[in-house]
Structures are given as C-alpha cells and as structure tokens.
C-alpha cells in the first residue's frame, strides 16, 4: 500500500488489487468520517478527498493503516435490479467464444450477481465484477466509433452498460432500459461503487 498526496485536501492510496480497493473502500465508508468529502475507487487506487481545514486526513490515515485489506467489512450493500434484452450484435460471438449456447450465455449472465467495483469511463458507467469465468472474454479487436446508450457489454472480468452513446470495444450482448445517468436527479448516476446488481430478463 502507498499513499501518494494529491493536492492540500486529498490522498490517492495505490493497492495491488482490485479486492483490496473493494475492502479499503468499505473500511472508509463503514468509518463514516465527517469530513471525507469523496471517495472514488478505481482498478488499484482509492482517492480520498476531505473538507479543506479539516483534520480529515489524518483520520482517514488512520483507517486506511487500521484496514483489513484481505477482508472488506461487513455492510448490507444497495441492491440495483437492471432490466435487459439479450438482444447485442455480439451475443453468438460471445457464445462460440465461450463454447456455450446463446441460451446458456444468458442464463450465466442473468444469474449471476454483481458489485459495482468502481465508475468511470463516462458519468454513470459501472464496472461490474462477477462475471462467470467462461463469459470473461477480450474486448474486439476493432472497437466500434458509436455504441448505443443502454448496450450492455463484456470485457475480461467486467460487464457493464453504456450510460450514453459513444466509442466502445466491448462485447455487446444486450441492452437496457434503464437510465444511468441523469444530471436532473439528486443522485444523477444510477450505480455507485459498492452496490450490488442483477441483471433481469425483459419480459
């Protein structure tokens, strides 16, 4: 674990694994201190960012030195259900890659349940870990210039949902009608690190 200064009001803590951001970022919010402003976890990294003039982050400090990072702590998590049509143009492909049926690959994709790991990419978008093994596939060669809004994809060990339209080269298997991203609402992203999703079948 290092932790690196950013700025007079923030600290980037680097980790070796995505498992101990996950625990990290559970320690810190399960602390709950008053003048942590912000946390953003990413693939090996948590930023805390805390109230300018506070003592902060000497608090955060010593949680970050006080966590466990083999075990994150227990909390009840947010529970998000996203409805989905497993309708993507590359839904065979992901198939044949897998050696599986297009059926198959939806019953593993819809029954599996996934924690947000962290955001970014674009406001909104969520990278979801717990992807089955066999659907843990490499992202296209040729990325397309335009992904619709709502597409869900595959890429390694994460699946997600494109918040809006824009370049992607994920493996695309289905869509969503679910709004992501709405800057009108007092939370405008849909998902946040720490929640756990399912995936259900449109009927």
């Given at each position: 674990?290092?932790?690196?200064?950013?700025?007079?009001?923030?600290?980037?803590?680097?980790?070796?694994?995505?498992?101990?951001?996950?625990?990290?970022?559970?320690?810190?919010?399960?602390?709950?201190?008053?003048?942590?402003?912000?946390?953003v976890p990413a693939a090996t990294t948590v930023l805390i960012a805390v109230r300018p003039g506070s003592d902060g982050l000497a608090q955060a400090r010593a949680v970050?030195?006080?966590?466990?990072?083999?075990?994150?702590?227990?909390?009840?998590?947010?529970?998000?259900?996203?409805?989905?049509?497993?309708?993507?143009?590359?839904?065979?492909?992901v198939a044949e890659t897998a050696g599986l049926s297009v059926d198959e690959v939806v019953a593993l994709h819809s029954g599996a349940e996934y924690t947000v790991a962290?955001?970014?990419?674009?406001?909104?978008?969520?990278?979801?870990?717990?992807?089955?093994?066999?659907?843990?596939?490499?992202?296209?060669?040729?990325?397309?210039?335009?992904?619709?809004?709502?597409?869900?994809?595959?890429?390694?060990?994460?699946?997600?949902?494109?918040?809006?339209?824009?370049?992607?080269?994920?493996?695309?298997?289905?869509?969503?009608?679910?709004?992501?991203?709405?800057?009108?609402?007092?939370?405008?992203?849909?998902?946040?690190?720490?929640?756990?999703?399912?995936?259900?079948?449109?009927?």
């Amino acid at each position: 674990m290092r932790l690196r200064r950013c700025g007079r009001h923030a600290v980037l803590v680097e980790l070796d694994s995505l498992a101990q951001v996950e625990a990290l970022h559970g320690a810190l919010l399960v602390a709950d201190l008053p003048d942590v402003v912000e946390l953003v976890p990413a693939a090996t990294t948590v930023l805390i960012a805390v109230r300018p003039g506070s003592d902060g982050l000497a608090q955060a400090r010593a949680v970050v030195e006080a966590a466990d990072l083999s075990h994150p702590p227990d909390r009840t998590p947010r529970r998000v259900r996203l409805p989905i049509s497993y309708d993507g143009p590359d839904l065979e492909l992901v198939a044949e890659t897998a050696g599986l049926s297009v059926d198959e690959v939806v019953a593993l994709h819809s029954g599996a349940e996934y924690t947000v790991a962290f955001c970014g990419f674009a406001p909104g978008f969520g990278y979801l870990v717990g992807l089955p093994e066999p659907l843990q596939q490499a992202r296209l060669e040729n990325p397309r210039t335009k992904v619709p809004a709502g597409s869900v994809g595959i890429a390694g060990e994460f699946t997600g949902a494109y918040p809006r339209s824009s370049p992607g080269g994920w493996r695309l298997i289905g869509s969503t009608t679910a709004i992501l991203f709405d800057a009108k609402r007092s939370d405008p992203a849909l998902l946040a690190p720490g929640d756990h999703v399912r995936f259900e079948v449109a009927g």
